[in-house]
């Protein structure tokens, strides 16, 4: 049966991503074989079909997750027909990834699913929602709970956010979103947030250290929003930070650290440990709430990944995006 693929190459044009026929000798190297069903579009696949930063090599199939199902196995920890998921690692990066309906994969990668979930249940979370639950992670670590104060979750519109916020409201604390898109309230508020701040208040150059608004935030933008988020950090609070949406650097000051005990927790969802990435999937499985999850999901087919991935980057994807690769 041919594979099918969604392949990027850089040519004299620049880079570009189009459907092909690939060989399966050409998939990479790996001890277990998908038969893959479902992907997603993150921030992250829209910078690497874009030709920034991310793949190291092309050609390249892309997509950073993928779910499915083995077909074959060289590894004692997978046998055909086991449900599985892979997050980050080298996919879209130094190996082929999910945008093909078949994968080779390091049987190291890869994650059975939980019972509780489907392949597509999976994807709906991606890497988007994995990441944020490693954020909430990095809060409890920190010693918040929802009796700490309010939450903050910047680029709330996104599928980190988006996701960062229903699991911190259903688990309890007060939720206040940073967005750039007011009409974006009612989605917002229907996932849990309370409180809705426009991101402009964040996003310009600001003080060293500002009024104490919020015990701890989920921020996955980056340089003068992230600036500004540990400014007005109450006192022994925590921020969690995944993501460079507005820049890689960081325009602040030591003085929140110093003068308030605030925490700066970095979250990185490629290489993260696989023991934390279990405990990350559990807690998805129990702390999630499925209707909410659905009300962030889009649908698309392989072939319409491109369009998706610039969209996203320029800020008009809300939630999250599946990708059928299978049927």
């Keep these: ?45 829209g910078l690497a079909l874009a030709g920034k930063r991310i793949m190291a090599s092309t050609p390249m199939i892309g997509g950073i997750d993928l779910a499915g199902t083995v077909e074959s ?3 004692i920890n997978f046998e055909p027909g086991d449900k599985v998921l892979v997050n980050g690692y080298g996919l879209s ?6 945008y093909a309906t078949k994968a080779r994969i390091p049987a190291e990668w890869l994650i059975k699913i939980p019972e509780t979930f489907s392949a597509r249940d999976t994807m709906a979370i991606g890497t988007a929602g994995y990441t944020a639950m490693l954020c909430v992670l990095a809060l409890e670590h920190g010693g918040l709970t929802p009796a700490s104060g309010d ?23 007060r939720v206040i979103a940073s967005t750039g898109r007011a009409e974006e309230e009612a989605y917002l508020k229907s996932l849990g947030a309370s409180e809705i701040i426009d991101r402009n208040t964040l996003s310009e150059p600001g003080k060293p250290i500002g009024s104490e608004k919020w015990v701890g935030a989920v921020d996955s933008v980056g340089s003068h929003t992230l600036a500004n988020v540990l400014a007005q950090t109450k006192y022994r609070g925590v921020v969690a930070a995944c993501g460079l949406a507005q820049g890689l650097d960081l325009p602040a000051s030591v003085a929140p650290f110093i003068l308030r005990n605030v925490t700066l927790s970095g979250i990185d ?23 909410k999850l659905e009300a962030t999901i889009s649908e698309i087919a392989l072939a319409d990944v491109p369009e998706t991935a610039k969209a996203i980057l320029e800020g008009k994807v809300r939630g999250r995006t599946l990708v059928k690769v299978a049927g």
């Design 1 to 45: 049966m041919s594979i099918h693929a969604l392949v990027t190459d850089k040519t004299d044009a620049g880079y570009v991503t189009e459907m092909n026929e690939v060989a399966e000798a050409d998939l990479g190297e790996g001890d277990v074989t998908v038969s893959v069903e479902w992907s997603t579009v993150n921030y992250k696949d």
């Design 73 to 75: 196995s060289d590894s």
């Design 93 to 98: 990066q130094t190996h082929n990834g999910g």
């Design 151 to 173: 939450i903050l979750v910047t680029g709330a519109n996104g599928g980190v956010g988006s996701i960062a916020i229903s699991i911190l409201s259903g688990l309890g604390y």
């Design 269 to 291: 969802s490629v290489n993260a440990p696989r023991d934390v990435r279990i405990e990350a999937w559990n807690r998805l499985a129990s702390d999630l709430d499925p209707a």
